[in-house]
């Protein structure tokens, strides 16, 4: 059994996002069963659908987090909530799995998205392209020194010109396009770093009307295959754990 943990949103395109990347990964593995839960603001919560998936006799849950780094929800948040769910259930083994990010797939999907923003292939604008990767932001100083590593790394992969942008902190979205129209880009895309539009992808977007905004990451062929591999991690490890 697989349980997808999103974010959870106050906006409807968020879960409507997650449930569509949970329902390719299902599609992925017919056989296997595969639930969905949310962390905050949106339905079934964690607590329910583990109850659900005891209830229906499951004896192993593998619980991916769909989120891109890990941060205080991966790491304290959800740990709590399975603890709890373990103490309720002791028939049921319940592994928590990686966190999506940091994975090179990821960039392939931001790259796709950059491309179906242009209509085109990268190469085709030439050294006149720029890439604002916009994500989060954080208070910690060192979580937005991890995103800009994703962002260095993008560029590497796709030879872009890449500049970061927060949502919730600096550097803004203009500070970015300014950084890359000093460096000669004259083409610039706004590529979300996020796995579900939202509050904070329109409030990047509504800042920066002028320029192109690529589609948040979504369901996508590599981000199915991520999961899965995240989840076939964790029950490797639980069989190691059991020899």
Known sequence: MLVGVGHGSRDPRSAATVSAVLAAVAAARPWQPVRTAFLDLNAPSVDRVLDAVAGAGHRHAVVVPLLLGSAFHARVDLPGLLATARSRHPLLRIDQAGVLGPDVRLLDVLADRVREALDAGLSEHGDE???????????????????????????????????VCFATTD??????????????????????????????????????????????????PALTELIWDRYDAAVAERHTLSA
């Open 129 to 163: 392209l720029g890439v604002i990767l916009a994500a989060v932001g954080a208070s910690s100083a060192a979580a937005n020194a991890r995103t800009r590593l994703v962002a260095d790394e993008f560029a590497a992969r796709t030879g872009l010109r890449t500049e």
């Open 171 to 220: 550097p803004g979205v203009q500070v970015a396009r300014e950084r890359l129209r000093a460096r000669g880009a004259r083409r610039i895309v706004v590529a979300p770093y996020f796995l579900a539009p939202g509050l904070l992808t329109d409030r990047i977007a509504d800042a920066a009307p002028e320029l192109a905004h690529a589609a948040a990451l979504g369901a996508h």
